[in-house]
């Protein structure tokens, strides 16, 4: 009885191994799906690789508000590793028109923001111009790292914009954000663990019908 529970116990990890490969794949093809430039609809050439002269200190130009909105996401939950989309309206109440240079967005410790986790995609816009008195909506793109711990977080997002030459930014969002798991159905720990739940029992059940079964006798 006892080599019949190790064949068995056997043979239930080898039909698990191929759940494990699988879901260890669809793990590595989402770490691969994370965003280094994304161009928006108002960009008209491909995002600058060279995204320095956008991480400056700059102040805010009045006239100029911002309003953010993450779409179908209210509760602002970040997928680890995956794509998370927001919107970002700006509005010229100004009389020079505002030419919008890029987007970007860091996060940060939420007791801190001096402890900083990740600097973000930087997006840039070429020859996005909102006149006076309009509002325009640029969408943003990111991708938290796949390997950042779940538990809340503040992201902190600007936009960067000239008025008659001279560069601004306004923050848009300064905020918690909630960073979950990646969204795959089965992970490869689940997996094992359903596959070990399974097996365990398995061998508890043929444990008690083998007790059962020598009681009887």
Not at 2 to 13: E, S
Not at 80 to 85: D, F, I, L
Not at 124 to 138: C, G, L
Request: glycine content about 8%; proline content about 5%.
């Amino acid at each position: 009885m006892k080599m019949n529970v190790r064949v068995l116990f056997l043979a239930l990890l080898l039909l698990a191994s191929p759940l494990l490969q699988v879901a260890r794949s669809q793990v590595d093809d989402d770490h691969s799906s994370l965003v280094d430039d994304v161009v928006g609809e108002h960009s008209d050439s491909g995002a600058d690789e060279d995204d320095q002269d956008l991480d400056i200190n700059l102040t805010s130009a009045p006239g100029v508000e911002t309003v953010c909105v993450f779409p179908r996401n209210s509760a602002r939950v970040v997928p680890a590793g995956e794509e998370t989309e927001l919107l970002v309206a700006l509005k010229n109440d100004g009389k020079p028109t505002v030419g919008v240079m890029g987007i970007r967005a860091s996060v940060h410790l939420p007791y801190d923001h001096k402890l900083l986790v990740q600097n973000l995609t930087t997006m840039r816009y070429n020859n996005a111009s909102i006149p006076t008195s309009v509002q325009a909506t640029f969408p943003y793109v990111f991708a938290v790292s796949q390997y950042l711990q779940p538990g809340a977080f503040d992201l902190v997002g600007y936009v960067i914009y000239d008025v008659e030459g001279k560069p601004y930014q306004s923050v848009f969002y300064n905020g918690t954000i909630e960073v979950v798991e990646s969204g795959g159905l089965l992970s490869g720990e689940s997996v094992f663990l359903i596959t070990l739940g399974i097996a365990l029992l398995l061998l508890l059940g043929l444990w008690a019908y083998s007790q059962v079964q020598r009681l009887t006798k």
